[in-house]
T-cell receptor
């Protein structure tokens, strides 16, 4: 069964450093998402991406964040200058066109720890 | 009011029990509704979509009441493997499909 993959599984970084989280969505999917979950809190939407551009973003997704689909398979989330409060689990998700409405499939996540 | 609000839990039930979770949502324009389950430190996994007519998948039954903006999940004959956090999830009216999650309800099924 096709699945969303994410790398790395765990990233430790110093405050102020840049990090890039990588995702490979399911191959025939067209909609891509990033969510985050701070430990003990709910899953929160960050951004959606379709047709090579951001289609929606949340208040969390400020100028420190960016997304890119550099080639036909990868989807990346960059945090330019990490803060302590960016420590969270980051999930990538993808959704196809013509599949069950709005069913999103999640990757296993990247645990980001900012020291 | 929270966008998606769930029973606080936690629920601790014996194997074989029936357990029900409730959820309310605030955005009347919401169009798609789901229950996901999340195991500790893992990704959310789709359990089932929820339809106005109600739907059943084995031991799991989901109901949606659009007028009351209320969603429920019933688990019959609980198994140890049902222990997880159950997430009520709502999607808005755009095709982009941003998901809004509830806080989740922790279920522990014990022998």
């Amino acid at each position: 069964e096709p699945e969303v993959t994410q790398t790395p599984s765990h990233q430790v970084t110093q405050m102020g450093q840049e990090v890039i989280l990588r995702c490979v969505p399911i191959s025939n999917h067209l909609y891509f998402y990033w969510y985050r979950q701070i430990l003990g809190q709910k899953v929160e939407f960050l951004v959606s991406f379709y047709n090579n551009e951001i289609s929606e973003k949340s208040e969390i997704f400020d100028d420190q964040f960016s997304v890119e689909r550099p080639d036909g398979s990868n989807f990346t989330l960059k945090i330019r200058s990490t803060k302590l409060e960016d420590s969270a689990m980051y999930f990538c998700a993808s959704k196809g066109l013509g599949t069950s409405t709005d069913t999103q499939y999640f990757g296993p996540g990247t645990r980001l720890t900012v020291l | 009011r929270k966008e998606v609000e769930q029973d606080p839990g936690p629920f601790n039930v014996p194997e074989g029990a029936t357990v029900a979770f409730n959820c309310t949502y605030s955005n009347s324009a919401s169009q798609s509704f789901f229950w996901y389950r999340q195991d500790c430190r893992k990704e959310p996994k789709l359990l089932m979509s929820v339809y106005s007519s109600g739907n059943e998948d084995g031991r799991f039954t989901a109901q949606l009441n659009r007028a009351s903006q209320y969603i429920s999940l019933l688990i019959r004959d609980s198994k140890l493997s049902d222990s997880a956090t159950y997430l009520c999830v709502v999607a808005g009216g755009t095709s982009y499909g941003k998901l809004t999650f509830g806080q989740g309800t922790i279920l522990t099924v014990h022998p």
